[in-house]
């Protein structure tokens, strides 16, 4: 059963007087428990999709619907962005008890709950320490804990390890495949770090810009957890480097 | 070997510094100091130079016994009380409606575009300039001065708490929006408190705003008691030592008011979260 489908969806707005195609006509179907990476250039419409998928913004035609029937509703999405988020005036555990505040979880349970999810990316000892304390990193892994912590129906994760430095990133990027395996999340992740998407998706979906569309979607049949240094690896990583190599520099990402 | 994970946030490098805290502490004391006691050195030197006649410029000593009389006699708490109440509820009156106003033009539009002009025109003036009309029309004592301070007070704190509301990250709007934070929730949980070192900032100008006020307006709309009135009507008997008084105990009120209990504040607050620097530190 298909936890999200979405049909024929379309972006447009109008900038300077010229009509601009975010996305265009995107089909796609992401599994129930899927691990989605969306990859591709700048101006793609990567992140457009991300944001439509969250009800950040409306599309101009199109559908997106839940495996429930219903259309996209804020609460029922867990969101990392690639920007620090997190509440300063909210210790760890603070800000992943949020959403569950929002579902008028009672205080005692909401705080086991975010403790163990805390747990579950291993910050349980950083509990009661307040984000501008924690480095890049950890922030992040808060802001993962926080998006799960609710049990929403989609993950939504745009770019979350973008900003931080390579030895971090590739700590948490099997930090997330660790988490994963456990709970089985469907995930959409927008990326535009090849490397992550081969190491991270089950599919990865290729956008290219003019107008921002769905290249091609490719599905990741390595074992888990898988060797970014295996000839598999390397090959599928290079297939795709390839097929989106004339689309650098087209612009910026619309938001 | 500890950990230098951020777990053990209490191991700042306060703890570190060599002196020790204590140390530290009577180092910082004396260096505060020492500004005051180089001041009331050359004040005496002035004195006994006998610059201006003994009448006009007292001694500290002088000055000391007319304190301690007016203590022992009480009209040095009711020139102080009376102040103090004038302004607390200048302060919260107009604090309150600056909170209020500000807020209300952050989060929406119209209210933004219909007083931003207004603000805009209204701030450069000083609060000082309204007390004679404040006095023509609400008459001499507590009103006309507590109105002035409500006005002095509410400009500064609606501008702050505007702009702060309209610096407020929007990616924590968005990320509370996601996890189905909406209407009231969303403005007590997120809005407020990301707005709220720039509402800390306004609180303080406000106040200092009004305690200018405050002042002004006691010399001018002559109430039985405080510290503004004090000053002024010393003036009538060359009573110096009860103008430098009153304006020390002003000076050290108002260090009370802002420095105590807004650093009070703000370290269990704004500071604690790492979205303002202490002040000084």
């Known amino acids: ?255 | 070997m500890r950990s230098t994970e951020a777990s053990t946030p209490e191991a700042g490098p306060g703890r570190a510094a060599p002196p020790g805290p204590l140390a530290a502490h009577l180092g910082a004391v004396w260096g505060n100091l020492l500004p005051f006691l180089v001041l009331g050195v050359a004040w005496e030197a002035i004195v006994r130079m006998q610059v201006f006649p003994p009448i006009l410029m007292p001694s500290l000593l002088d000055i000391g016994g007319t304190a301690v009389r007016m203590a022992m006699d009480g009209s040095l708490f009711n020139h102080v009380g009376s102040s103090v109440l004038r302004l607390l509820v200048g302060f919260v009156v107009g604090a309150v409606a600056g909170v209020g106003l500000g807020m209300a033009m952050g989060q929406s539009q119209r209210v933004e575009r219909f007083f931003l002009p207004l603000l805009s025109a209204l701030m450069p003036i000083p609060g000082l300039a309204w007390i004679p009309l404040f006095i023509l029309w609400f008459g001499l004592g507590d009103g006309a001065t507590v109105g002035v301070i409500i006005f002095s007070v509410v400009l500064p704190v609606a501008f702050n708490t505007w702009t702060g509301v309209k610096s407020a990250n929007p990616v924590w709007v968005r990320a509370a929006e996601s996890m189905g934070c909406r209407g009231r929730q969303l403005f007590f949980k997120v809005v407020l408190p990301g707005s709220l070192s720039m509402i800390f900032t306004g609180l303080r100008i406000g106040l200092s705003q009004g305690w200018r006020a405050l002042v002004a307006g006691e010399m001018l709309s002559s109430p039985d008691w405080g510290m503004g009135f004090a000053i002024f009507d010393s003036r009538q008997f060359l009573a110096t030592d009860v103008m430098l008084v009153m304006v020390m105990c002003i000076g050290f009120t108002g260090f009370l008011i802002v420095t105590v209990l807004f650093g009070w504040l703000e370290k269990r607050t704004v500071v604690r979260w790492g979205m303002l620097q202490e002040v000084g530190a």
């Open chain 1, 1 to 255: 059963m298909a936890a999200v489908s979405i049909r024929g969806l379309t972006k447009e707005y109008v900038q300077d007087d010229r009509r601009v195609i975010a996305v265009s006509n995107v089909d796609l179907d992401i599994g129930d428990g899927e691990f989605v990476c969306v990859v591709g250039h700048s101006g793609c419409g990567k992140t457009t999709l991300l944001n439509i998928l969250a009800g950040f913004i409306e599309p101009t035609t199109g559908t997106i619907t839940f495996g429930d029937g219903g259309g996209p509703r804020q609460g029922d999405i867990g969101v990392v962005f690639q920007e620090y988020a997190l509440f300063p005036w909210r210790t760890a555990l603070g800000n992943v008890e949020f959403g569950l505040e929002m579902r008028n979880v009672p205080p005692a349970e909401r705080r086991r709950r975010a403790q163990a999810f805390l747990e579950l990316v291993h910050l349980g000892h950083a509990a009661s320490t307040f984000p501008h304390q924690l480095s890049g990193g950890m922030r992040q892994r808060v802001a993962v804990a926080r998006a799960m912590a609710y049990e929403p129906a989609l993950m939504l994760m745009d770019e979350p390890f973008g900003a931080l430095d390579a030895q971090t990133r590739e700590r948490l990027q099997s930090l997330t495949e660790e988490i994963w395996q456990k709970t089985r999340k469907t995930v959409f992740y927008v990326t535009h770090n090849l490397a992550e998407a081969v190491y991270l998706a089950d599919r990865i979906v290729v956008m290219r810009p003019n107008p921002g569309r769905i290249h091609e979607v490719i599905a990741v049949d390595l074992p888990r957890p898988r060797d970014a240094l295996s000839p598999a690896f390397v090959a599928l990583q290079r297939h795709i480097t390839e097929m989106i190599r004339d689309d650098r520099g087209t612009g910026d990402e619309k938001h």
